[in-house]
């Protein structure tokens, strides 16, 4: 299996399924996936890497600068669906200090304020 990065959309939250390898020849898919996002507007993310088999240096380095382009352009990334394998990572290269993770999609997109303002009540 190599590597894809699937869409979906639950209001105004993207949701991008990564499923396969993120090594050196899949990590321009992830950050033209993100890019493109980005472009159309669409700055609030989770990433779901319940199907993330495999994750290199590289792929660490996409996951990293996914994260800083949607920080700097105002926007919010989130994951969701770590496997022991790419937790180990994370906390390896200390990037769970960085990334928002979630047990599942609903705490993720519940995160986000403006699916907040659905479900909340008075503040």
Same mark, same amino acid.
């Given at each position: 299996?190599?590597?894809?990065?699937?869409?979906?959309?639950?209001?105004?939250?993207?949701?991008?399924?990564?499923?396969?390898?993120?090594?050196?020849?899949?990590?321009?898919?992830?950050?033209?996936?993100?890019?493109?996002?980005?472009?159309?507007?669409?700055?609030?993310?989770?990433?779901?890497?319940?199907?993330?088999?495999?994750?290199?240096?590289?792929?660490?380095?996409?996951?990293?600068?996914?994260?800083?382009?949607?920080?700097?352009?105002?926007?919010?990334?989130?994951?969701?669906?770590?496997? &022991?394998?790419?937790?180990?990572?994370?906390?390896?290269?200390?990037?769970?200090?960085?990334?928002?993770?979630?047990?599942?999609?609903?705490?993720?997109?519940?995160?986000? &304020?403006?699916?907040?303002?659905?479900?909340?009540?008075?503040?």
């Amino acid at each position: 299996m190599n590597f894809s990065a699937a869409i979906r959309h639950t209001g105004n939250v993207s949701i991008v399924d990564l499923s396969g390898q993120l090594t050196s020849f899949a990590s321009g898919v992830l950050r033209q996936t993100i890019g493109d996002l980005m472009v159309q507007g669409n700055k609030q993310i989770v990433l779901n890497v319940g199907n993330l088999l495999y994750l290199d240096s590289s792929g660490v380095g996409a996951l990293v600068n996914c994260y800083m382009s949607v920080i700097k352009q105002g926007g919010e990334m989130k994951v969701v669906g770590l496997t &022991p394998k790419v937790e180990e990572v994370l906390k390896i290269t200390q990037l769970y200090r960085i990334f928002q993770e979630f047990q599942n999609e609903e705490e993720a997109l519940q995160s986000f &304020p403006a699916v907040k303002k659905q479900s909340a009540g008075a503040a």
